[in-house]
């Protein structure tokens, strides 16, 4: 049997500010590194081990996996960064504030943008200041692999790659992967490995901070998933996340 953990970015500036993020590069609060920090002390004290480690290019998974480490006293560990592991990309609506945003276009249309599986949300002009194509750390890729804008399916498409190319070939050599990331990019990857349909993805929010423990079998297929750690207190989480995007 496989093991391998995911886990969402601790509460960054814009999550307690309720802002659309995306691929804008915020930090974490103070609860957020607290959270990372609770997460790596949970992982001790059951005992996991990791070889390898995966994150996005943006600073709140980053210092995510930073402080997880830390408290794990596993600092050493190597840690691979991809663009591919990014939030999904949330155009025009980066940095809007998700209840005014509900309040303007109704609960509905926010769900969608926000959990549709296939539509995107309206995508930034390619010379708006928030666009990521002048970014010093997208330099090497092509100009349309920068998006302007992202919907879940787009998500999946540049995922799956990295986890064909990356992960899915450690985890079958016997190596522990941690993988610390962003609420869709993570919904992406568990829509693939638990074979979620288009409908039911609209209904999984992922929380912050607490680790998901797949259980993959020599196919990678899971045998099992869970939250470490309280499972009650992570539903909770879960489902205000859900709320975030309510008038
Ligand atoms: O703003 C974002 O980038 C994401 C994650 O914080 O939000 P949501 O849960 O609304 O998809």
């Given at each position: 049997m496989h093991k391998l953990v995911l886990i969402r970015h601790g509460e960054s500036t814009w999550n307690l500010e309720n802002r659309f993020t995306g691929w804008t590069d915020v930090a974490l609060t103070a609860t957020g590194i607290e959270q990372a920090r609770t997460a790596g002390r949970l992982l001790a004290a059951e005992g996991y081990e990791f070889d390898q480690c995966h994150t996005s290019v943006l600073k709140r998974a980053t210092h995510t996996l930073w402080h997880c480490l830390d408290a794990?006293?596993?600092?050493?560990?190597?840690?691979?960064?991809?663009?591919?592991?990014?939030?999904?990309?949330?155009?025009?609506?980066?940095?809007?504030?998700?209840?005014?945003?509900?309040?303007?276009?109704?609960?509905?249309?926010?769900?969608?943008w926000r959990r549709s599986y296939d539509v995107p949300p309206p995508a930034l002009e390619p010379q708006d200041p928030r666009s990521e194509r002048g970014d010093i750390r997208y330099a090497k890729l092509e100009a349309g692999q920068v998006p302007l804008t992202e919907c879940l399916k787009d998500t999946v498409a540049r995922v799956?790659?990295?986890?064909?190319?990356?992960?899915?070939?450690?985890?079958?050599?016997?190596?522990?992967?941690?993988?610390?990331?962003?609420?869709?990019?993570?919904?992406?990857?568990?829509?693939?490995?638990?074979?979620?349909?288009?409908?039911?993805?609209?209904?999984?929010?992922?929380?912050?901070?607490?680790?998901?423990?797949?259980?993959?079998?020599?196919?990678?297929?899971?045998?099992?998933?869970?939250?470490?750690?309280?499972?009650?207190?992570?539903?909770?989480?879960?489902?205000?996340?859900?709320a975030q995007g309510k008038a």
């Open positions: 794990m006293e596993r600092t050493w560990l190597p840690v691979a960064h991809s663009w591919r592991l990014n939030e999904r990309h949330y155009g025009a609506l980066q940095g809007l504030n998700k209840a005014e945003t509900a309040k303007e276009y109704g609960d509905e249309q926010v769900l969608v799956l790659p990295y986890w064909h190319e990356a992960i899915a070939p450690r985890l079958r050599a016997g190596q522990r992967v941690l993988i610390a990331a962003h609420g869709n990019s993570m919904r992406a990857l568990v829509k693939y490995l638990d074979g979620i349909s288009d409908e039911d993805i609209v209904g999984l929010n992922i929380p912050n901070g607490i680790p998901l423990v797949y259980e993959l079998d020599a196919d990678l297929k899971p045998l099992r998933h869970y939250y470490l750690g309280d499972a009650q207190a992570a539903a909770r989480a879960a489902a205000s996340v859900a």
